[in-house]
């Protein structure tokens, strides 16, 4: 609930306020003496603090509420090692395309002329991870935190670093009365552009589209079209099939007819996918940003064979592929304003895109007794079709976002560009936060989900019912297959085995230990009709996914 603040308000305050009207409930982080104000005005301004283990893990919990609401996450840390610990977290986001506000203590600007303990140069060390960093400052408080959630939210999404020094905080300000700054309105490409598209769709008889996380984060924008919904119209209409990148999985149901699934890292898929992708006439990259993708598929069709239309949020400066045609606007709008007047016709007439689905499903099945398909099996069909999921990295998040189904769009969060360890506990917890009414279950490999087993205390103390389902092989088992497959000695790669279920009841919670199909659907029944979190271990096999990703 709102208190109100001081009158005048503080910097902070003004602050606050700002990330309010964002639609900003929750803040994430570690205080210390710096950023008490911080915290203070935020819990006035009615956004919710809630305190963390590791900084690293605030930021994700805060994406984590990203994905939920739209409104931007807020990581706060204090200064030095509080805001250096959550570096990794914040260039994730700049990868992954998260739109984070981090709002970093400081010392006074004076003050670090003679005063040196924890003090560093914070604005250098977030430049080159973030969209933009700032300083606050009493003059102009307002319009920084204006920039700051502009900055993060539009165009392609993105972390902003605001330091914010002791002084500035508690200092009351009077912020002139000014104009909103109008947010940039969607757009469509000029006429003589979409003629040319028009032209391309209707003699296309084999287009595909590839979807990416610029459509996803374009679902946000209430300005925009329903990106879901005119996905699915265009799809139908033209009988195009959809290939989505892992993060834009669900923007079309995956049991949809035409959905041919996620793409990125398995080359097991990849040895069924590009080939479709070779075989289209008219490529269109909706949204496409090939962060997430392996090499596979940079440059991964025939200029001049065959057209590709890129309509994306930023020019391309990734140089992955060209396209023929390049659009910087409103994906959904576009797509719309591409289709006016074109008549459907037949396409894909011979049944590739059933017989491309008939090969994913024997590429991934779900038949085996026991072993990570099993258990990801195990979970998709015991747990509702409205059940968020979370991946961390490693080898069972490329079978993973093979196999795990979505019917909506987030239904699965992962970092996919940055691929980092130890984020799929506290991605989790922050969409069990904003939505603790849904089931969300996050899959860890052991050795990232040790990175975070201090979280379990906060899942706890925030009285959260998330499950968390662990692979425990005893090794990096992605790290390892490249090992055996580069004939290299092991080494570096193995550790001891661990009673997670132990870990999960030490930190307040339920847990099970699981090595059959059975034992697992048990454990996830007891889970669903817990008051508390569940930790599931589910013993594996070593060398589980030879031949599987």
């Known amino acids: 609930m709102k208190d109100l603040p001081p009158t005048p308000p503080r910097a902070a305050d003004v602050l606050a306020a700002r990330l309010y009207d964002a639609g900003c409930r ?39 509420a990203w994905h939920r609401t739209g409104a931007p996450g807020i990581l706060v840390a204090t200064v030095g090692p509080g805001a250096l610990n959550g570096v990794n977290a914040v260039a994730n986001a700049h990868q ?39 300083t606050l400052n009493t003059g102009a408080a307002h319009v920084i935190a204006d920039k700051a959630v502009g900055i993060a939210t539009e165009g ?12 500035v905080a508690v200092t009351p300000v009077t912020p002139p009365v000014s104009v909103p700054r109008a947010p940039a309105e969607p757009v469509v490409p000029a006429q003589q552009s979409l003629t040319q598209m028009r032209a391309a769709l209707a003699a296309a008889e084999r287009p595909v589209l590839i979807v990416g996380v610029d459509a996803l984060n374009q679902g946000f924008d209430p300005r925009c079209q329903d990106m879901a919904a005119t996905l699915r119209r265009f799809v139908e209409t033209y009988n195009v099939p959809v290939i989505t990148t892992y993060k834009a999985k669900g923007l079309l149901p995956e049991d949809h007819p035409l959905a041919l699934g996620g ?35 940079r440059d991964f069709y025939y200029p001049g064979i065959q057209t590709m239309i890129d309509i994306t949020a930023e020019p391309n400066h990734h140089y992955m592929h060209q396209a023929t045609t390049n ?59 409205d059940a968020l999921a979370t991946a961390d990295s490693g ?40 939505e603790p009414d849904r089931t969300v279950v996050s899959f860890s490999g052991d050795a990232g989900f040790l990175m ?4 379990l205390s906060t899942a706890a103390e925030l009285g959260l019912r998330t499950i968390f389902v662990v692979f425990v092989d005893a090794s990096l088992a992605l790290i390892e297959l490249k090992q055996r497959q580069r004939q290299l000695t092991n080494a570096g790669v193995d550790f001891a085995k661990h009673d997670f279920a132990a870990i999960g009841r030490a930190f307040g919670g339920a847990g099970h230990t699981v090595s059959s199909r059975a034992e697992l659907r048990a454990a996830l029944d007891a889970a669903r009709s817990a008051d508390t979190f569940t930790v599931i271990a589910a013993v594996i096999d070593r060398g589980a996914y030879d031949g599987r990703i």
């Open 156 to 167: 392609r999404p993105g972390p902003v670093h605001i330091d914010v020094p002791i002084t």
């Open 452 to 455: 975070v087993a201090g979280e």
């Open 327 to 385: 659009v910087i606007g409103d994906c959904a709008a576009t797509l719309t304003a591409m289709s006016d007047g074109i008549e459907p016709r037949t396409t894909w007439a011979d049944g590739e895109i059933a017989k491309a689905r008939a090969d994913l499903a024997a590429a991934f099945p779900t038949d085996e007794d026991w072993g990570p398909a099993a258990v990801i099996d195990t979970c998709r069909a015991a747990l509702p079709r």
């Open 263 to 297: 793409a990125g890292l398995s080359p097991k898929a990849d040895r069924i996918l590009l080939p479709v992708v070779h075989r289209a006439d008219l490529i269109i990259g909706l949204g496409y940003d090939p962060i997430e993708m392996r090499t596979g598929w």
């Open 26 to 64: 929750f803040a994430f982080g570690m205080p210390g003496g710096e950023v008490l104000t911080i915290v203070d005005a935020l819990e006035r301004a009615g956004i919710r603090f809630i305190l963390c283990k590791h900084e690293n893990a605030a930021a994700f919990m805060a994406e984590g």
């Open 395 to 434: 080898a069972h998040r490329i079978l993973l976002s093979q196999m795990w189904a979505c019917y909506e769009p987030r239904g699965l969060m992962q970092s996919s560009a940055l691929c980092t360890m130890g984020c799929a506990v506290p991605l989790a917890m922050g969409a069990q936060v904003a």
């Open 96 to 134: 992954d395309r998260v739109p984070l506000i981090v709002l970093a203590g400081c010392v006074d600007a004076d003050e670090a002329q003679t005063y040196t303990h924890q003090v560093l140069d914070q604005t250098q060390v977030f430049r080159p991870i973030t969209k933009a960093t700032f």
